[in-house]
């Protein structure tokens, strides 16, 4: 073992701010009779908002723990070996924190080598071994446990994963090999491919026992006593565990074409960690397990060398650090209580918001609108959804009741916002029309009432200009679909004070919304990039580009969708809008496409018809189109298109519409779905040379979101 503990000393010198995890040793009887036990439990310490993690001294801890149990295996004292987590905490994996500061192939090869030997150990002592999954595991968590002979989960168990796909990286401890070898290839495909390009899809512990990872499942209030009685059975034969066998024909090679395609069609080539991970699950069926260990501790190494995990660590922590903690947010202890919330308006979205308000902040909220139809309409939906909830088993009957009746309609805007604290208006986006309608709700409202705006694109100081208490609006503008989509920008208006932007900031974190403050400013961030972004491709298409090759163009992006059917799901209508708007601010650079306006005056929702399955260009809308005579390759629209972004973005750093190129990531990340392997946008326009070119210089300092010089 020479080897592997000079490699996790060295690995751990170039790593000095890990958070360590003690591998504990605990001896116990087993129940009927089964002799004594040697009990691994992994903890740093901490309580479970600190998981447990993996880092080269971690891993020199729980090499040593099993230095000793071996010996004690080896000399006939004990019949068996388990190993299980802290409370609520099984382990969540390596420490990427240790990651993000490697700077030579050879340290990287270190850490899926150092995983390696010290998990394979597990599975060589000379008595069975037992994983038991007590709480959230997570990628190197997991495949510990893939080491171990048996494995046992609790239904309590709220997350499991191997996450590395969705990072950038593959399951490099043993996940890719070891896992179709247990489940077969079709499921593990689903575990490693799949869910973790599904935006990390987490599993539940009776979900992680269907697939056959874990033997035997227990509830979570006597788990690992559960787990010792049934260890005790397996070692005393009383227990046979049978496990299907693997169909390792046709079966695994179909498999692998469907992660394929699932990579295909989330990336489109663009990110090369799953099709990584999948030539390795390729691999691995004739179960030869040295070599596969070999296969995953290079392309770990090629992968932590490479841009795309830097990205995904990158935009991983911009999600669980900088957005738990907004940038320019006033004091917390400025922002007042909500106790009451009004919502003006009660079409789709007011709804949505409705709903939202409800459930997170648990306070009663009254829709108001022009008839009482329109009421009755959006406090229906909001009922609606409850119900939906409560069929999915996601509320009790007892707490859909309190939902339904929290949630109220009135045509009084006096009576219903009297005593409210935060007023959201959702209407329609005219400048006109909000204004008067903030008219309405400033005479009625208490004095200490934020009044709060959803506009996607207006200036909120102009919205605010003609009220007594300019102070007290802010933007709160929301994204499409509402309870799916996490990022809320706060817009502070040029009269908004600090006692309001701290009262919205903390609606925000009871929403559990991603808040991100920016300037008063045309559009605000994501709907001034992506119009920017999606009409230089409508400029292209109309000087003569074929829709087919415009689209295209912008496929090695990996984004979750073409900016045609992005402009089919926000609609013709409101694109249309938001450009107009855009144009008139800045005219020199944000075009009103007359295509476009002839497909919404047409009525159109879109460029395509989806009768096929696939989206097809409508025949109608090609009728519609006039074009001119330029046209460009898919690389010249590519770099068009980039060049208009990294402008932009330029341009918005200087007006301090956020206050780093963090922040525009973060946006783009949590509102518009933009792919965590290209950590936002800045990242790639840097890798791209884009930034340069454009701009004269990065958008990142070398070594964020990038390999360290």
Known sequence: MTNTAELLKGAAELFPGEVVTQAHVRHLDLPQNAGRFALITLDNGLDHTKPTTFGPASLANL????????????????????????????????????????????????????????????????????????????????????????????AALPAFSLPEVFL??????????????????????????????????????????????????????????????????????????????????DAWHEAVVRGRAIADGKVHGAAPAAYRALEIIDAARNGDLARGYEAEEKALADLIMGSELRSGIYAFNLVQKRGKRPAGAPDKSLARPVSKVGVVGAGLMASQLALLFARRLEVPVVLTDIDQARIDKGVGYVHGEIDKLLLKGR????????????????????????????????????????QQVFAEVEAVVPEHAILATNTSSLSVSEMASQLKHPERVVGFHFFNPVA???????????????????????????????????????????????????????????EGTPVDVAERAIEPLGLPMSPLVLLELVGPAIGLHVSETLHGAF??????????????????????????????????????????DTVLTEEQVRARVLDAVAQEIGLMLEEDVVAEAQDIDLCLITGAGWPFHLGGITPYLDREGVSERVNGKTFLAGGVASVPA
Request: with cysteine.
């Open 587 to 628: 005219p020199d650079r944000f075009t009103v496409s007359e295509n476009l306006k002839r497909v919404v005056e047409a009525g159109k929702r879109g460029f395509y018809v989806h009768d096929s399955g696939e989206p097809k260009l409508d025949p109608e809308v090609a009728a519609l189109l006039q074009q001119g």
């Open 63 to 154: 090499s040593a723990a099993i230095d000793q149990v071996e010996k004690e295996a080896a000399d006939g004292e004990i019949t068996g070996v388990g190993i299980t987590g802290k409370p609520f905490i099984f382990a969540v994996g390596a420490d990427l924190k240790g990651v993000e500061l490697l700077k030579r192939h050879e340290d990287a090869l270190a850490i899926g080598k150092g995983g390696h030997d010290v998990f394979k150990r597990l599975s060589a002592l000379a008595v069975p071994t037992f994983a038991y999954y007590n709480g959230a595991a997570m990628g190197g968590g997991v495949e510990v446990g893939l080491h171990c002979a048996y494995r046992t989960v609790s």
């Open 168 to 249: 950038g990286l593959v399951p490099g401890w043993g996940g890719c090999t070891l896992l179709p070898n247990l489940i077969g290839a079709d499921r593990a495909v689903s575990v490693i491919i799949e869910n973790s390009l599904n935006q990390n899809k987490q599993l539940k512990g009776e979900q992680v026992y269907e697939l056959g990872i874990a033997d035997a499942i227990f509830e979570g209030a006597d788990f690992l006593e559960q787990s010792l009685i049934w260890t005790a059975a397996v070692l005393k034969g009383e227990l046979e565990v049978v496990r299907p066998e693997i169909d390792r024909g």
């Open 395 to 434: 509320i009790n009957q007892d707490r859909a009741n309190r939902l339904k009746a929290a949630v109220t309609g009135s045509l009084d805007k006096a009576a219903a916002f009297s005593d409210a604290d935060f007023v959201i208006e959702a209407v329609f986006e005219e400048m006109g029309v909000k």
């Open 484 to 542: 799916i989509l996490p990022l809320l920008e706060i817009v502070r208006g040029e009269k908004t004070d600090d006692a309001s932007l701290a009262t919205a900031f903390g609606v925000a974190k009871k929403l559990k919304k991603t808040a991100v403050l920016v300037k008063d400013a045309p559009a605000f961030v994501v709907n001034r990039i992506l119009t920017r972004f999606m009409g230089e491709i409508q400029n292209v298409i109309d």
